[in-house]
């Protein structure tokens, strides 16, 4: 079985400039998280998909971060424009359905903003 | 809100030697529980976890982790330290209230010294 696929897996682009992040998630996971992780740090949740349908997206900031997840399955995660202080890997993360079901990580893109 | 600490964001040991890694977490109701490793430039992926049942969980690689309710904690062990244990360890906590939420500790960076 597939795991979680990001891409891309690094990303290096200057201030102002805008950048996209892919996920693919495991198939039937209904819920789709991206997460920021600064170095040393643990994931911090950005926002939180169950299906199509963004239920808790308050620690995006809005102003220059916007995500989707069309049908429910891909979804794609973009700043626009990118600030130094963006500099950071996100995650992408899936489960399925409620209950003690885990978490299961993509490997990251790790974005430099020069 | 759930939250999660890890206590000793640096842990030593001698190979061959305990690991001893701490998570407490704060809950009034006893919430699913979990352990995730991190290698570098890689993502998350599970070591194990405690939904019900025997406080005792075995995971991958040879750790365990005992939930202590009494305690309010889920500290990660194993006998003794491998080199390839080195990685960057996180805690983290699903409550069974807070449909699929998930909350982590910032994380216990393990060095093994041959």
């Given amino acids: 079985e597939a795991g979680v696929v990001q891409s891309p897996r690094y990303k290096i682009i200057e201030k102002k400039q805008p950048v996209a992040f892919w996920c693919n998630p495991i198939s039937g996971h209904n819920t789709l998280y991206w997460y920021l992780q600064n170095l040393g740090q643990g994931p911090e949740l950005l926002i939180r998909y169950e299906n199509e349908e963004a239920v808790d997206d308050s620690q995006l900031p809005k102003d220059r971060f916007s995500a989707e997840r069309l049908k429910g399955v891909d979804s794609t995660l973009k700043i626009q424009p990118a600030e130094l202080g963006d500099s950071a890997v996100y995650l992408c993360a899936s489960s399925l359905g409620q209950g003690p079901n885990e978490q299961f990580f993509g490997p990251g893109t790790r974005l430099t903003v020069l | ?114």
Wanted: charged share 10%; glycine share 8%; aromatic share 14%.
């Fill in chain 2, 1 to 114: 809100a759930q939250s999660v600490t890890q206590l000793g964001s640096h842990v030593s040991v001698s190979e061959g030697a305990l690991v001893l890694l701490r998570c407490n977490y704060s809950s009034s109701v006893p919430p699913y529980l979990f352990w995730y490793v991190q290698y570098p430039n890689q993502g998350l992926q599970l070591l194990l976890k405690y939904t019900t049942g025997a406080t005792l969980v075995k995971g991958i690689n040879g750790f365990e982790a005992e939930f202590k309710k009494s305690e309010t904690s889920f500290h990660l062990t194993k006998p003794s330290a491998h080199m390839s244990d080195a990685a960057e360890y996180f805690c983290a906590v699903r409550g069974m209230n807070t449909g699929n939420q998930f909350y982590f500790g910032t994380g216990t960076s393990l060095t093994v010294i041959p």
